[in-house]
């Protein structure tokens, strides 16, 4: 007989690996995929070299995941094709700027590709009814299904029971009893399944996508209304450092920790830039030209954000270099150039 085989999209959260292991309970051969976009936020922390407050590494969740489901992973890059559906999303974004229909589509046309190529038989994802307004009502999952090119040929496990028979059930590849019926945004039932299962995650959430972060979005929103347009170079800076804007429309980006100095440092032969001479602080891009009032101001932020302390201030502003007496400014200055997210006030 044959062996029914299915793939699966593994995000790392908690609700694409349970998904994955009441299917392997049902004896079905997965083989799971993590799609990389360019904006999770923990591959990004990796990336920077940064470490959790225990002091470990990030790891990326998704092979972590496999490795404890012992489902072997491919890791597929979609960033370059990913960048032009957050620029321009067919179905719109969600509540800050993330693409969710869009997204899903274009992920699962990439897992039908592997499915029918490989020889699998379905595809598995963890997706919830009801749990994320924008993707998971019953239409949207429908429409999603029709686009993708797999309608009939998705099962969600941790929802079956509340949405139409799939293909695998039908054929009886998967035992639709043995399946779950969670509806909402609550994670209770996952977390409980979790335990009897001894499955370990780091949150309940995927939680791993700037694009639904307010603070990358109010960036976004605001680079594109003052400067007309958004580059995929802007995509990746969004999630990266301190944004300012300063009155002449020029932005500085002022990097938060090592890491970030250094990941800053790369764009230095496409952007202005400016630092503590001695090296002891922060590294600033400057995008844009800012005016002979705003070296000052410049100069008086990087020492604020360098250890608080007077210092000389290297700057490359175009062909011309500088040296600057910056003196720390107080945040009560800074705070209104601050580019970020800022809950409305209700009267």
Not at 9 to 18: K, P
Not at 129 to 157: A, D, F, N, V
Not at 186 to 213: F, H, M, N, W
Not at 239 to 262: D, F, Q, Y
Request: with cysteine.
């Amino acid at each position: 007989m044959q062996r029914i085989r299915a793939v699966a999209l593994l995000s790392g959260g908690l609700d694409s690996s349970l998904a994955v292991r009441l299917i392997l309970d049902q004896g079905i051969e997965i083989k799971a995929l993590h799609f990389y976009t360019g904006f999770c936020i923990t591959e990004h922390k990796r990336r920077l070299g940064l470490k959790k407050e225990d002091g470990q590494h990030y790891v990326n969740p998704a092979l972590k995941a496999a490795a404890r489901l012992s489902v072997p992973l491919e890791m597929i890059d979609i960033s370059e094709d990913y960048y032009r559906i957050v620029l321009n999303p067919r179905f719109g974004y969600g509540r800050n700027v993330n693409p969710c229909i869009d997204c899903r589509i274009f992920m699962l046309r990439k897992a039908k590709e592997i499915m029918e190529k490989e020889g699998f038989h379905f595809v598995i994802t963890g997706e919830v009814l009801y749990q994320r307004p924008m993707s998971q009502t019953p239409q949207r999952l429908k429409l999603i299904e029709k686009e993708s090119g797999l309608e009939g040929y998705i099962l969600r496990p941790l929802s079956a029971k509340v949405l139409p028979p799939t293909v695998p059930e039908i054929k009886g590849w998967v035992d639709r009893e043995k399946l779950l019926g969670i509806v909402g945004r609550s994670r209770k039932v996952q977390i409980d399944l979790a335990k009897k299962y001894s499955l370990e995650y780091e949150q309940p959430a995927g939680g791993c996508c700037y694009l639904t972060d307010e603070t990358y979005a109010e960036r976004f929103k605001e680079a594109f209304n003052t400067e007309g347009i958004v580059t995929k170079e802007d995509l990746i800076l969004f999630a990266v450092g301190r944004h300012l804007r300063l009155p002449s429309g020029t932005k500085l980006i002022v990097a938060r920790n090592e890491g970030e100095v250094k990941f800053l440092q790369g764009f230095k032969s496409r952007y202005n830039y400016a630092y503590r001479r001695d090296g002891k602080g922060t590294f600033c891009l400057i995008k844009g030209s800012p005016t002979l009032a705003e070296y000052q101001i410049i100069a008086n932020i990087i020492a604020r954000y360098s250890k608080r302390e007077e210092s000389e201030i290297y700057m490359k502003i175009g062909k011309k270099e500088m040296l600057l007496r910056g003196y720390p400014v107080e945040d009560s200055f800074i705070e209104p150039y601050k580019i970020y997210h800022r809950e409305r006030v209700v009267r």
